[in-house]
Structures are given as C-alpha cells and as structure tokens.
C-alpha cells in the first residue's frame, strides 16, 4: 500500500470536511434570513464537495481492499 497516496487523501478529506463545514454553517444562516437565491446556490456548491468526498473515501476503501486481497 502506497503510504504517501494513503496520507494525502486522508488530507484531502480533512479539507473537504472543513470545507463543508463552512458551506453548512453558510447555508444555514442564509436560510435563516431568507436568501433562497444565496442558499440554493451554496447548497449546489456543497453537494459538489460531499460528492468530491465520497469519491476519496471510496479511493481510500479502494486501497485497502486491495492491500487486504494481495495478503490473502
């Protein structure tokens, strides 16, 4: 298993997680105000990101199933 590629999506999704924090949080306050425009356009935005997240997490997965199918 390639260490360095496994630590880099690792990082990655850190970032993305706080990303999407951010865009969450953003969204929220946004609905609270009432800015449908403003909200939908960042919720657009987030799901661009969690799908960018699924995407790491399934390469991660991805990694370790390989890693456990050349131990067997």
Known sequence: ??????????DELREIGHKRR??????????????????TALYQELSDISNQAIDIITRQKDMFDQEIQNQM
């Open 1 to 10: 298993m390639d260490r360095k590629q496994l630590e880099k999506l690792g």
């Open 22 to 39: 951010q865009l969450a949080e953003q969204i929220f306050a946004e609905v609270q105000e009432g800015d449908n425009r403003s909200s």
